[in-house]
């Protein structure tokens, strides 16, 4: 029975959408994260964004993964010890950055 294709063309589209919804949550989710380990280690976003990425890779969990467990720490104050660790870690890598207009460390 020959079909025209609309209906798979419907199917692959409605499951681009779908795909394209969940990146955008996801990049949300990553967003806030970033925020978090921003404030909390006094960094930059673009180091924030590298420590998401060492803490993911060094305890093997999906980024998105982790960025959702450090919003859960902020709602909750609770957070795997592994991932405590890693972040505790990463964020002493990187360093704090100087805090704009205040005195240069000596």
């Not at 609309?6 to 990553?30: N, P, T, Y």
Request: avoid cysteine; aromatic fraction near 2%.
């Amino acid at each position: 029975m020959p079909t025209d294709g609309g209906s798979d063309r419907i199917f692959e589209l409605q499951e681009e959408v779908q795909q394209l919804k969940e990146a955008v949550v996801s990049h949300a989710v990553v967003d806030q994260a970033i925020g978090m380990v921003v404030v909390l280690g006094r960094i930059s976003p673009d180091q924030g964004w590298a420590v998401l990425k060492e803490v993911s890779q060094h305890t093997n969990i999906k980024l998105r993964n982790v960025a959702e467990l450090i919003l859960v720490w902020g709602r909750t104050g609770v957070i795997p010890e592994e991932i405590r660790a890693a972040l505790e870690d990463a964020l002493d890598r990187a360093g704090p950055t100087q805090i704009p207009g205040s005195p240069p460390e000596a």
